[in-house]
């Protein structure tokens, strides 16, 4: 992992920054860390263009990566696609979430609702494969729905699906329990030491 992609993550999205610290294998944290980077690039976009159609354009221009991503041919001199390029080879990740997420971001430029599924349950299941591989579709699915819910303020809906969701997640693989953990954190304003302390003991738990 490249130190750039570590702290690009953590000022990005500190919450799944933190959660990957319980990962052991430090391969694995950092393929983990290079498919959150990808998300970090995606949802920097409109920070940083000021016009939707150039927003956009933008958006098409990860989406034409992703040819070179899923055929390990990444644009050369690109950290975040590299890295990608790695942990989809790696791990034999599926292309269709990728397209989606881009999809959904220039949805959501025209003004269009999240799709949770293509914003959170996509991403999830893409981080548990990297962590256990293949076969968890299902409790990834839960925790990204729970997670969506929460990051959109739904909390009142993900607090009433935690119970559910944790039934489910008993089927996860310890292992791959770091990248489903940030759904444990319903308030994006919690000072970080409840945050540590809150991911720490979910992952003890294995429950969100």
Known sequence: MTVDLDAQVRAADF??????RFVADEQARADLIALYAFEAELLAIPTRVTQPLLAEMRYAWWGEQMEGVFTDTP????????A???AVTRHGLERAPFDALIEA???R????????DAFYVGPMQAAVRILAGEGHEAPATVAGRLRGLAQTGRTDEAQAARAEANQVLRALPAAAFPAVAA????????PEPFKRLRL????LRGRV
């Open 75 to 82: 644009r050369v001199g690109h950290p975040v696609l590299e």
């Open 15 to 20: 919450d799944r920054w933190l959660a990957s």
């Open 109 to 116: 430029v025209h003004g269009e609702p999240h799709d949770l």
């Open 84 to 86: 990608l390029t790695a």
């Open 183 to 190: 759904a444990a954190l319903m308030r994006a304003d919690e």
């Open 200 to 203: 720490f003991w979910a992952v």
């Open 105 to 107: 971001h220039i949805g």
